[in-house]
T-cell receptor
Framework: NAGVTQTPKFQVLKTGQSMTLQCAQDMNHNSMYWYRQDPGMGLRLIYYSASEGTTDKGEVPNGYNVSRLNKREFSLRLESAAPSQTSVYFC??????????????FGDGTRLSIL | AQKITQTQPGMFVQEKEAVTLDCTYDTSDPSYGLFWYKQPSSGEMIFLIYQGSYDQQNATEGRYSLNFQKARKSANLVISASQLGDSAMYFCAMREGATGGFKTIFGAGTRLFVKA
């Protein structure tokens, strides 16, 4: 049971380069999320997708774009990487229902460094 | 606007004692869920406990309990009989219901240190 799979696990970019972080889940969850976690800090929501075909901005969307490719996959793209985007990126998925006690399931994270 | 606040950047507790980690929240959605996660130094997110906005009783899961005070918009985590393995970052999170698009945000976290 893979859960939430993120690729790559590590990446180093130069300022101005672009890249896409991939995320896939096999739990048939409707909702998917992208967070960033800076050292010693909490998770900040970048974008989320409540269901296939919809995406919404979170707390810190600037500099990022997302694509909900299908129910399983939710990708995060950095069009022109900046040093301020150096962080650990987590993808998560969850059951959609607001009353649900099912927690988010997280990937292992992508450690991204931008020089 | 949806907001989660954890005001304790760091906490120390003696092994075998109880500790309370604070969390306050704000939302206009009447349907929401509150979650606590543990993040050890290895980095993974471990789900601990859940409280729904319509739940009448405080949630409990083993040594974890949630002191839910809806009127005060607080959802404090209580860890009883602390163990050395409890040393970690702890995050409070809130998921809104359909009105909020199931958006889920996290607090800044509290780093807990358990002393032997």
């Amino acid at each position: 049971n893979a859960g939430v799979t993120q690729t790559p696990k590590f990446q180093v970019l130069k300022t101005g380069q672009s890249m896409t972080l991939q995320c896939a889940q096999d739990m048939n969850h409707n909702s998917m999320y992208w967070y960033r976690q800076d050292p010693g800090m909490g998770l900040r929501l970048i974008y989320y997708s409540a269901s296939e075909g919809t995406t919404d901005k979170g707390e810190v969307p600037n500099g990022y774009n997302v694509s909900r490719l299908n129910k399983r996959e939710f990708s995060l793209r950095l069009e022109s990487a900046a040093p301020s985007q150096t962080s650990v990126y987590f993808c998560a998925s969850s059951d959609r229902t607001g009353f649900s006690n099912q927690p988010q399931h997280f990937g292992d994270g992508t450690r991204l460094s931008i020089l | 606007a949806q907001k989660i606040t954890q005001t304790q950047p760091g906490m120390f507790v003696q092994e075998k004692e109880a500790v309370t980690l604070d969390c306050t929240y704000d939302t206009s959605d009447p349907s929401y869920g509150l979650f606590w996660y543990k993040q050890p130094s290895s980095g993974e997110m471990i789900f601990l406990i859940y409280q729904g906005s319509y739940d009448q009783q405080n949630a409990t899961e083993g040594r974890y309990s949630l002191n839910f005070q809806k009127a005060r918009k607080s959802a404090n985590l209580v860890i009883s009989a602390s163990q050395l393995g409890d040393s970690a970052m702890y995050f409070c999170a809130m998921r809104e219901g359909a009105t909020g698009g199931f958006k889920t945000i996290f607090g800044a976290g509290t780093r807990l240190f358990v002393k032997a």
